[in-house]
């Protein structure tokens, strides 16, 4: 059974630090595209970063490129994501994803693994105060 347990979310001050990460089980991890996903109260859930098991291709939205990097430990089957200089706007539930079983997967803008068909955390809640 695949699961994916987030843990590292808090309330942090805004230009705080924090650092999610994501256990993976029950799946072979090194192959695997791993990414994270958050909704904010109010919107759409949103691809925010993912890394690309295979290459180590990394994607990153606009609105956090500079301040967020994503990175894997094939060792730990864990994927972290390492938030800095956080803003209000980022306050969201964080969700650890992956598209196994797919392989290899193209780690891009258009990646994001299915929320019925897919692996999905239960979220970590990220809270950034002004």
């Known amino acids: 059974e695949v699961q994916l347990v987030e843990s590292g979310g808090g309330l942090v001050q805004a230009g705080g630090s924090l650092r999610l990460s994501c256990a993976a089980s029950g799946f072979a991890f090194g192959d695997v595209t791993m990414g994270w996903i958050r909704q904010a109260p109010g919107k759409e859930r949103e691809g925010v970063s993912c890394i690309s098991g295979r290459n180590g291709d990394t994607y990153y939205v606009d609105s956090v490129r500079g301040r967020f990097t994503i990175s894997r430990d094939s060792a730990k089957s864990t994927v972290y994501l390492q938030m800095n200089n956080l803003e209000p706007e980022d306050t969201a539930v964080y969700y650890c994803?992956?598209?196994?079983?797919?392989?290899?997967?193209?780690?891009?803008?258009?990646?994001?693994?299915?929320?019925?068909?897919?692996?999905w955390g239960q979220g970590t809640q990220v809270t950034v105060s002004s």
């Open positions: 994803a992956t598209d196994y079983p797919l392989l290899g997967s193209v780690c891009g803008s258009r990646w994001y693994p299915s929320r019925e068909y897919d692996s």
